[in-house]
């Protein structure tokens, strides 16, 4: 569930919510109790570090890979 921030908080706190974007989190600014705007992170083509947590993310959760099943992957088909 994304953060939710009313809009005075979101001017005083703005560098803070940016370096949270960019790390991936959403923030959604309000007036009040109604949502006005959302902040979330820019896909970036060609980043590197966004490569790298979106491969992170996909695997969290997932069991760690061993070093024979990635001898195995890279010798599969090589015979």
Do not use: C, N
Not at 27 to 46: E, K, Y
Not at 47 to 59: E, F, G, H, T
């Amino acid at each position: 569930m994304p953060t939710v921030i009313k809009t005075g908080e979101a001017k005083t706190r703005l560098s803070e919510l940016l370096a949270r974007v960019e790390a991936g989190e959403e923030v959604t600014i309000a007036r009040g109790d109604v949502p006005v705007a959302r902040l979330v992170p820019v896909a970036r083509t060609g980043d590197a570090r966004a490569a790298v947590a979106d491969i992170l993310a996909a695997r969290a959760g997932l069991k760690p890979t061993t070093t024979d099943e990635l001898i195995s992957w890279r010798d599969d088909g090589r015979r």
